[in-house]
């Protein structure tokens, strides 16, 4: 069992950068898959970001935010991270952190995850 804990959103203007953190506590973290999704009003769960388990390098992106948001996390302290920059109105969501033993193929898949935090909301005016 792993927990998941959200923190760091908040109201910003366009063009404002943002830290999201996510706390884990349970079970063993550094074996999970992380990422990042997001969730707008009438609008499905998307990928945002993910970290495939040990290696900060081995990172993945969605196409709308790859060169603006940077993805880490610090198996040590049991946290993951989601730095955004050059936030943009359509940016505006609820942002979920989730942990699981997703494999690569699908790593952008909510499916894949078994455990979600209780998701922050970030709001990006213009």
């Known amino acids: 069992q792993v927990q998941l804990v959200e923190s760091g959103g908040g109201l910003v203007q366009a063009g404002d950068s943002m830290r999201l953190s996510c706390a884990a506590s349970?079970?063993?973290?550094?074996?999970?898959?992380t990422a990042w999704f997001r969730q707008a009003p009438g609008k499905e769960r998307e990928f945002v970001a993910a970290v495939h388990r040990t290696s900060n390098s081995n990172t993945y992106y969605a196409d709308s935010v790859k060169g603006r948001f940077t993805v880490s996390r610090a198996n040590d302290r049991k946290m993951m991270y989601l730095q955004m920059d050059t936030l943009k109105p359509e940016d505006t969501a609820v942002y979920y952190c989730?942990?699981?033993?997703?494999?690569?193929?699908?790593?952008?898949?909510?499916?894949?995850?078994?455990?979600w935090g209780q998701g922050t909301q970030v709001t990006v005016s213009s």
């Open positions: 349970g079970s063993t973290f550094s074996g999970y898959a």
């Open positions: 989730a942990a699981g033993r997703a494999i690569l193929s699908s790593i952008r898949m909510p499916a894949a995850y078994n455990y």
